[in-house]
């Protein structure tokens, strides 16, 4: 039994072809989205999309280590310098308390 088929449609491969790569050339090979912001001269920057809860916690956690590296440098120093850097560890306390205190107001636990 003979059965009669349609020829398929004709195509026009150079539009194929163009889609193809558009599409494989967006998700293999993307370009950088410019980000349209002022020059900075700032090495370090922090996420924009970080809430208050992360910031807090990272200060309090950093103020931590700061206060314990400052402890421990002064049992190397003595006289006027151990006073000074013992003065400095005493601002880093309070300020460890005062992100504390922040941390607990934002997030109660």
Known sequence: MFKATPNPPE???QKHDEAAKR???????PK???KKTQPSSQLF??????????????????????NAMLGDLTFDLEGSRRHFALGVQQMIELSE???NRALDIVDPR
Do not use: K
Not at 48 to 61: G, K, P, R, V, Y
């Open 45 to 66: 920057t922090v996420a924009e999309s970080a809430d208050t809860e992360t910031l807090l916690a990272n200060l309090s956690e950093t103020l931590a280590s700061a």
């Open 11 to 13: 195509t026009d491969s």
């Open 23 to 29: 599409a494989l050339d967006y998700y293999l090979d």
């Open 97 to 99: 308390l005062l992100a």
């Open 32 to 34: 950088p989205q410019a």
